[in-house]
T-cell receptor
Framework: LAKTTQPISMDSYEGQEVNITCSHN???????ITWYQQFPSQGPRFIIQ???TKVTNEVASLFIPADRKSSTLSLPRVSLSDTAVYYC??????????????FGRGTQLTVWP | EAGVAQSPRYKIIEKRQSVAFWCNPI?????LYWYQQILGQGPKLLIQ????????DSQLPKDRFSAERLKGVDSTLKIQPAKLEDSAVYLC???????????????FGPGTRLTVL
């Protein structure tokens, strides 16, 4: 079961870069790593997905080392509106072809002015 | 592009009553998910449909919860009878492909907040 471990909370200030690391020691060969963001009273929103090395989009970067046992979500120059819960998900349940995703508790990121 | 629609947004019932939630996924999305999110926790998958067939309902409390997806589009989730511990936000999501693989972005609706008294 490819569950994940991530910090419960993090604090940052506006304009800083934030890195949230997720541990997934039991990741399977065909698992992808996906990050979601959730604001209060809203459903989660897809941020980024990757398989290995580095992925970048207009919102964030995702760094995945060669052993893929961890990943780091990088948010450049955060603003107050980035205050949210961030979830790291790994794609498969024990190698099943069914794509069950475990959200875990996520990381509460609080950005201060 | 219209997002995932859910109704109602809020519902308050007494224990042992019944309640139903409705979800309309993004047009063309074959996969539909229902999640339960208890305050302070991440979403927990209850059931997953591929078109109108169930592909995973292993975490659905089948003695009281039921869900259907007629014609492979809209879906309803029902709780009968409700218990106090069912108080949560019920999220519906849809995606083009099965979750976990490449390009599996799930799009979530705003959720229905259920309070059981």
């Amino acid at each position: 079961l490819a569950k994940t471990t991530q910090p419960i909370s993090m604090d940052s200030y506006e304009g800083q870069e934030v890195n949230i690391t997720c541990s997934h020691n039991n990741i399977a060969t065909n698992d992808y790593i996906t990050w979601y963001q959730q604001f209060p009273s809203q459903g989660p929103r897809f941020i980024i997905q990757g398989y290995k090395t580095k992925v970048t989009n207009e919102v964030a970067s995702l760094f995945i080392p060669a052993d893929r046992k961890s990943s780091t979500l990088s948010l450049p120059r955060v603003s107050l509106s980035d205050t949210a819960v961030y979830y790291c998900l790994v794609g498969r349940d024990g190698g099943s072809t069914l794509g069950r995703l475990y959200f875990g508790r996520g990381t509460q990121l609080t950005v201060w002015p | 592009e219209a997002g995932v629609a859910q109704s109602p947004r809020y519902k308050i019932i007494e224990k042992r009553q019944s309640v139903a939630f409705w979800c309309n996924p993004i047009s063309g999305h074959a996969t539909l998910y229902w999640y339960q999110q208890i305050l302070g926790q991440g979403p927990k998958l209850l059931i997953q449909f591929q078109n109108n067939g169930v592909v995973d309902d292993s975490q659905l409390p089948k003695d009281r919860f039921s869900a259907e997806r007629l014609k492979g589009v809209d879906s309803t989730l029902k709780i009968q009878p409700a218990k106090l511990e069912d108080s949560a936000v019920y999220l519906c999501a849809s995606s083009l492909v099965l979750a976990g693989g490449p390009g599996d972005t799930q799009y979530f609706g705003p959720g229905t907040r259920l309070t059981v008294l």
